[in-house]
């Protein structure tokens, strides 16, 4: 059923907390008003470790 069963701990931290799906898309918005195209691709993902959504660089390689 899951895939990902590796979990790092700097998945959470010191990132940033969202209480939900949309507030964390909400500041991927606002990153990329921000950065622009510099910044790459954004996902949100549910952290596994505090149940708060978090915004997370999504590249090609790890
Ligand atoms: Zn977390």
Request: with cysteine.
């Amino acid at each position: 059923m899951s895939s990902k069963r590796r979990i790092r701990r700097n998945q959470c931290g010191r990132k940033a907390r969202h209480p939900s799906e949309a507030g964390a898309k909400v500041a991927i918005a606002k990153l990329r008003r921000a950065y622009g195209g510099a910044i790459g691709y954004l996902n949100a993902y549910k952290c596994p470790h505090c149940g708060a959504w978090h915004v997370g660089h999504a590249r090609g390689g790890r």
